[in-house]
C-alpha cells in the first residue's frame, strides 16, 4: 500500500499536531512536567564527586510506538543526570547546556532494568563535560552513550 504524497503530508501534519485517535491531551498536564515525567523512580546508587550511579526499570510511559524505550526519554536522562554529575563538583547555581550527543546503540524494553552511570569529564570555570552511559544492568550491554556539555556561568549579583 503506498501512499500519495498529498495522503504523507496529511498524515505527518496529523501526527505533529497530535490529531486523530492517537491524540493525547497535554493541556490538563502541570507546569514543567516533562522531567519528572521521566525521573520518576531513578534509584540513586552511587553518589561522589564527578561520578553518579543510577538505575531504573522501564516503565510504558517511557515507551515509543515500538514498545522500546524513546529516544526522547534517553536524551532527557542524557542532560538531566549528566547535569547532576557536573553538579557534584561544585559548579556555580547557573548553567545552560551547549551541546548534547548521543548514540544509541541497542534498545531497552518495558520491565527492563537500566544503569546509568555518568562522570564529569571536566568541570572548569567556564565549560563542564560531562559522560553518561546507559546500559541493561543484567547484561551490562549499553544501549545509549551520550556526552553534555554545559556552559557554566556565575550567577547574576542583579
Not at 543510577?54 to 522500546?68: A, H, Y
Not at 526522547?72 to 551541546?99: F, Q
Not at 532494568?113 to 550491554?141: D, F, Y
Amino acid at each position: 500500500f503506498w501512499r500519495n504524497e498529498e495522503t504523507s503530508m496529511v498524515s505527518v501534519k496529523k501526527f505533529l499536531e497530535k490529531e486523530g485517535e492517537m491524540a493525547i491531551s497535554m493541556d490538563g498536564l502541570p507546569e514543567k512536567f516533562f522531567e519528572p515525567f521521566i525521573m520518576k523512580r531513578i534509584q540513586v546508587d552511587l553518589l561522589e564527586p564527578s561520578r553518579i550511579v543510577c538505575s531504573f526499570k522501564v516503565t510504558p510511559r517511557l515507551l515509543n510506538g515500538g514498545n522500546f524505550m524513546h529516544g526522547g526519554a534517553t536524551t532527557t536522562l542524557v542532560d538531566l543526570i549528566g547535569s547532576a554529575t557536573i553538579l557534584t563538583v561544585g559548579t556555580p547555581s547557573y548553567e545552560v547546556s551547549v551541546e548534547i550527543n548521543i548514540s544509541f546503540l541497542d534498545s531497552a524494553y518495558p520491565d527492563e532494568e537500566v544503569k546509568v552511570e555518568a562522570k564529569a569529564l571536566r568541570v572548569g570555570k567556564v565549560v563542564g563535560v560531562a559522560s553518561v552511559e546507559l546500559s541493561k544492568k543484567k547484561t551490562g550491554k549499553i544501549i545509549a552513550q551520550g556526552s553534555h556539555t554545559k556552559y557554566l556561568a556565575l550567577a547574576s549579583k542583579l
